[in-house]
């Protein structure tokens, strides 16, 4: 009988497969494709490739067509087979741009009695129609670590293109979560697995019917993308699938791997940044493809319809940019790209990121308005990159360019290109095209100013990009400090709730910094009473994490100011950035004491870092990079800079609109184990959030619809602790009891012990939310009562993953959960979790097994190890582990059913745990010819039934010297690949006939010889390697 979940993974399979048929890929077998390669070490189907190749391409020579040689395209198709020695990120960025640009080979041309070199492509990129696409299933490739017993990996669907792997699927069934199709897809790339198949990999894909999600190499599971289709094909899907419903699975399949689209993302829409390798999300392939439509269009004056793209921040905003000007470049023969910006910080870091993207040669920075001057009179090839005040010396030199082929990336440009500036860019390019980006949504009076200079070209809000998970929500929480000097009073209510969460030696330690109140100046006790906040909310909840945290204070000082008294508490490591002190940066000093202080800081810091660009990239190097916690800036970093782990934004500083908007965005970045970034605010600049966004000042610019989820109240989210508590409780209701020992009884079901770990893993997250806030105490009506569960929950997560010999864990979450645990239940409050020990390491499994009480627990420890066991090692011998799981299910259900005691149940799982690991079979006898050989007594096991009453008493003297011939038949052949190799698995077929047909002959039976090989080579396919 078939297992229904295989079944239901094989007609997804078979659904995409025809839908990819359909879609015009041409179907290659599981034996066809490994007849196409000479080993499974090999994944370019060359046959196919070498056919392609001289389709494609001939060269030109006076006049004069000719055909590549034989030895050219021998060496285009052996210069693919990139080694990994540099790893596989840089071996698929070498291979992607000999795919992309082809490779020089050169010719003798004997009439002309001339050499010269031609060029060879791979693809034709302009023309899919003359490229030949294929699709495989169950693709295995050789592993390059040999050292095991699995010794290759499948691929559910590899997608061809000319013989070069350009695309891998892989499908689960409805029931099963795409992201353990992605965790397979990015373990497949690890050096010890199927790298040298991702060389040559452009896009994988992850999915089930009702979801998928898309990558390209070496892509951490973080950023693997859903793709949103702008078209609607579901009248093309009816006409390619008629005979079905269409699934979603479907609608990606079709928008993604459609000949056209899955070279155009690959040529147009792929690029390496800084060697990470990246493929566009779909907004960045809509805008850019409404942009270069746009800009097909002219007005009267003969100038190109430009406008503006609002990709919300964090969404991949800088790398549309380089996207849009790596399209323009080939759209455009001589065509010219500036990038504007209006701050220094900007420039530098999109000039980074056009380098880092494959720009390198093609990118200058205009270092101040004479280089400007210099780089347009050029009139050169290269991308350049300028601050927007510098096109005042452009004007005074009287620079002009007049193409229309002048295309101006401005970046926030609906801000920078009005008034006097813009009109010193208009002056040196009067028919450019003007394309502006922002990251945050317009306000109400740009919209009308902006409609006039070429409308929306195209829009991803926040809500957008928090339902795709393009970027984390963020929750907002309000902390107001009173401006005013702060009393005996407030401080005590403070103390209250900063303290009522911490543990008893916590307490202590805030006592201890409390008392600096009693010395400190009145002026000061604000400034104090947040650093005490934050010292106590980062300390408890983020440090010894992967996360860390921006504070955004109002001026220079009390920039120094926090720093100090962060230093003198000793718990937080923190750094800060800030501008000279003769630039205006935040609220301007006026006490001569506060500015001696900050030029005297700022003389020590260029005395260490010799300069300030220097200085500024050390410490944003060491937060990036490094251990630090807490970086303290005043405007500085709150716009344009890109900080995966920082998580919390503490604000003690007057924003509003666009600038309030951008620093939020600064912790909105993804992270491994990062589901929020928090926004905790000292100024009060939302309130308590419980009004239309645009209600508060700071936000009343703007349009309520385009601030959608641009902030969430964190109480919304502590309110799901409730919701996950009643889950748990709900799951346990029917347990009379209330010991430990019940519940794991309770969770034998493998099930219902999944259906407790996701629960507790989503209690557990909504609790680290709520315990971070001071809200919680407005939200939960008793908060140890939670606590107590997370502890028991916790604890019992322990003990059922022990007993059940389960590996459980939760992933980039666990050493969340672990400071959790550790800040607010108590270090060595909760039992640690183990890691599931090996039946056959005795000395330590019998450790495991003693760590618990009672005779049923410990016996079904036994239990669950030795199915452990058997499910690892099913097909080195399927018929006795078989027997030995029936009677592993025969015990367990005499048990339940009272036939037998509990010391019983743990005696039986003791002897055939004894049994398993010595060899021996209860009860069962072998013939005296194998009884020291394990192979020959395996193959007995799982023949026998074909002989069984075939003949008389002694027969079984036969059989058993027919295994150790059997045996003796495969160790002699198995050789590396022979699993893919049909020559050896021929030979070895027609061996075993020859000894069956001898044996039948003689003793005159009659065997299904068929089956019987069948049977023992797909056994030797797991005992004798692969």
């Not at 979560?177 to 050096?191: A, P, R, T």
């Not at 950023?223 to 008629?242: C, Q, T």
């Not at 609109?657 to 909105?668: E, G, P, S, T």
């Not at 627990?857 to 030795?866: L, T, V």
Request: include cysteine; aromatic fraction near 10%; glycine fraction near 4%.
């Amino acid at each position: 009988m078939l297992n229904p979940d295989i079944y239901g993974e094989l007609k997804v399979q078979k659904d995409a497969i025809k839908l990819l048929k359909n879609m015009g890929y041409v179907y290659i077998s599981k034996e066809e494709n490994r007849n196409l390669r000479i080993n499974l070490k090999e994944v370019i189907l060359k046959d196919i490739l070498k056919e392609q190749l001289n389709k494609l391409n001939s060269y030109t020579y006076k006049g004069k067509s000719y055909k590549f040689s034989e030895k050219s395209i021998e060496n285009a198709i052996s210069d693919l087979d990139v080694p990994l020695l540099e790893g596989l990120s840089k071996s698929n960025e070498k291979i992607y741009d000999q795919l992309i640009l082809g490779n020089d080979y050169p010719e003798y041309i004997k009439s002309e009695k001339a050499r010269k070199s031609f060029k060879i492509r791979y693809i034709d990129w302009e023309t899919p129609e003359n490229n030949v696409f294929h699709v495989t299933e169950e693709f295995s490739v050789e592993k390059q670590d040999l050292n095991t017993i699995e010794k290759t990996k499948r691929a559910d669907l590899v997608l061809f293109v000319n013989g070069i792997p350009f695309g891998i699927i892989e499908l689960k069934k409805s029931s099963v979560n795409i992201e353990e199709g992605i965790s397979q897809l990015i373990n497949y790339q690890n050096k010890e697995f199927i790298p040298h198949l991702y060389r040559y990999i452009q896009v994988t894909m992850a999915g089930n019917p009702n979801e998928a999600k898309y990558a390209t190499t070496k892509t951490a599971k973080k950023f693997w993308s859903v793709w949103k289709e702008n078209d609607d094909h579901e009248e093309i899907l009816n006409n390619l699938i008629p005979d079905r419903i269409i699934t979603k699975l479907d609608k990606d399949i079709y928008s993604f791997f459609n000949k056209n689209r899955f070279l155009e993302l690959v040529y147009s829409y792929t690029i390496f940044d800084a060697n990470i390798k990246k493929i566009a999300r779909f907004q960045q392939y809509f805008a850019i493809k409404k942009t270069l439509k746009s800009i097909e269009e002219f007005d009267a004056t003969g100038k190109r319809k430009g406008g503006l793209i609002w990709h919300t921040q964090g969404s991949g905003k800088s790398l549309t940019m380089v996207m849009l000007a790596k399209a323009l470049k080939r759209k455009i023969n001589n065509s010219k790209i500036i990038v504007v910006t209006d701050r220094k910080s900007l420039d530098k870091q999109i000039e980074s990121t056009f380098s880092h993207a494959g720009f390198q040669e093609n990118v200058k920075r205009a270092k101040n308005g004479k280089d400007l001057v210099k780089m347009l009179k050029e009139n050169k090839d290269y991308i350049i990159t300028t601050i927007i005040n510098k096109f005042a010396s452009a004007m005074k030199h009287n620079v002009i360019n007049n193409s229309e082929n002048v295309f101006i990336l401005v970046d926030e440009g609906h801000r920078s290109q009005h008034g006097d500036m813009h009109t010193k860019m208009k002056f040196s390019f009067p028919r450019g095209c003007y394309i502006g980006f922002t990251g945050t949504p317009l306000m109400k009076k740009e919209k009308n100013s902006f409609s006039k200079f070429g409308g929306m070209i195209h829009k991803y809000t926040m809500d957008e990009a928090v339902s795709d998970k393009a970027v984390v929500p963020l929750l907002y929480e309000g902390r107001l400090v009173p401006q005013e000097v702060i009393g005996q009073n407030w401080l005590d209510k403070k103390f209250e709730i900063i303290s009522k969460n911490l543990l008893d030696e916590q307490k202590v330690d805030l006592k201890r910094k409390w008392a600096r109140f009693q010395k400190v100046a009145s002026s000061e006790r604000r400034l104090e009473a947040i650093a005490i906040d934050i010292n106590e909310h980062f300390r408890s909840n983020f440090k010894n994490t992967a996360f860390n945290a921006i504070l955004a204070t109002n001026s220079k000082f009390e920039a120094l100011r926090y720093h100090k008294i962060f230093e003198e508490y000793g718990d937080i490591k923190t750094a800060f950035v800030i501008s000279p002190p003769d630039m205006k940066e935040g609220v301007e000093e006026v006490d001569d004491d506060n500015k001696k202080l900050v030029q005297k800081e700022w003389k020590k810091i260029l005395d260490q870092y010799g300069n300030e660009d220097d200085y500024e990239d050390r410490i944003k190097d060491s937060f990036l990079n490094g251990e630090l916690d807490l970086l303290i800036v005043v405007d500085k970093l709150l716009t344009g800079f890109d900080a995966p782990r920082a998580t919390v934004l503490y604000v003690d500083k007057e924003l509003k609109d666009h600038k309030l908007l951008q620093a939020i965005a600064r912790v909105n970045r993804l992270y491994d184990g990062k589901d929020f970034g928090y926004i905790i605010d000292y100024r009060g600049l939302l309130g308590n959030l419980d009004r239309a966004l645009t209600s508060y000042s700071s936000l009343s610019n703007f349009e309520e619809m385009d601030l959608i989820n641009s902030v969430i109240d964190i109480k919304k989210q502590i309110e799901l602790v409730k919701t996950y508590y009643s889950h748990l409780s709900d799951m346990f209701k029917d347990i009379e009891g209330k010991e430990s020992q019940e519940y794991e009884v309770y969770l034998a079901d493998e099930k219902l012990r999944q259906r407790f770990y996701n629960l507790l893993k989503s209690y557990s997250i909504a609790m680290k939310t709520a315990l971070t806030s001071e809200k919680i105490y407005e939200v939960l009506d008793d908060v140890q009562k939670y606590k107590r569960a997370l502890k028991f929950y916790s604890s019992l997560r322990s003990a059922v993953s022990r007993r059940y010999q389960e590996r459980i864990d939760f992933g980039e979450y666990e050493e969340q959960m672990q400071k959790l645990l550790d800040s607010y239940i108590g270090a060595g409050e909760v039992d640690q979790l183990t890691k599931p020990v090996n039946i056959f390491d005795a000395e330590k499994f019998n450790k495991e097994v003693l760590r618990v009480e009672g005779k049923r627990a410990r016996a079904d420890i036994i239990r669950s190890g030795i199915e452990k066991q058997i499910k690892h090692d099913w097909e080195n011998n399927p018929e006795y582990y078989q027997t030995l799981s029936e009677r592993i299910k025969d015990v367990l259900e005499k048990y339940l059913d009272k036939r037998i005691t509990e010391e019983e149940y743990f005696l039986s799982m003791q002897n055939i745990l004894k049994e398993v690991r010595t060899g021996n079979q209860d009860l069962k006898t072998y013939p005296n010819e194998i009884t020291e050989n394990n192979n020959a007594k395996a193959i007995y096991d799982n023949i026998y039934k074909f002989f069984a009453n075939k003949s008389n008493n002694g027969f079984e003297s036969v059989l058993g010297n027919l295994c150790l011939n059997f045996d003796l038949e495969l160790i002699n052949n198995c050789k590396v690949d022979w699993s893919g190799n049909p020559e050896v698995h021929n030979l070895i077929s027609q061996k075993m006939d020859e000894m069956l047909w001898d044996i039948e002959d003689k003793y005159d039976i009659s065997v299904d010889n068929d089956k019987v090989i069948e049977t023992v080579i797909k056994m030797a396919l797991r005992r004798y390697g692969n």
